[in-house]
Each structure stands twice: as structure tokens, then as C-alpha cells.
């Protein structure tokens, strides 16, 4: 496929918190923003083993 003529952006963010908290930060975010698309998610675990930490990289395309 082609590139898009549509102007876009690399937005990285980073979460931390319990699977559950990660699920509603994210249901919130995306649910807010449609606009985003998800191009990476990464899980790790965090030392203390009671949290996540994510990293999630998507792409912003701007709104028409």
C-alpha cells in the first residue's frame, strides 16, 4: 500500500499501574482520542511485581 497524504504524528507514551488501571487508561485514551492508532505495545514487569509498566507508541492523524 501507499503512504497517506494525511498529516500524522509518532505520539510515545508510558503507563504504570495494575492490569486493570492499564486497561481503563487505555479504553479512556483511545475512546477520547479515535484519531490514534496503535503501532506498538509493550508489557513489561515492574520490580516490585505489582505493577506494569507499557510502552506504547501510536500514530495521531489529524482530524479533517
Not at 13 to 42: I, W
Request: aromatic fraction near 10%; hydrophobic fraction near 40%.
Amino acid at each position: 500500500g501507499g503512504a497517506s497524504a494525511q498529516p500524522s504524528v509518532q505520539i510515545q507514551l508510558g503507563f504504570r499501574g495494575t492490569y486493570r488501571a492499564l486497561q481503563t487508561a487505555f479504553l479512556e485514551l483511545e475512546t477520547r482520542m479515535p484519531h490514534l492508532q496503535l503501532d506498538s505495545l509493550k508489557f513489561t514487569v515492574h520490580p516490585n511485581r505489582q505493577v506494569l509498566n507499557a510502552e506504547v507508541n501510536y500514530t495521531a492523524w489529524q482530524k479533517e
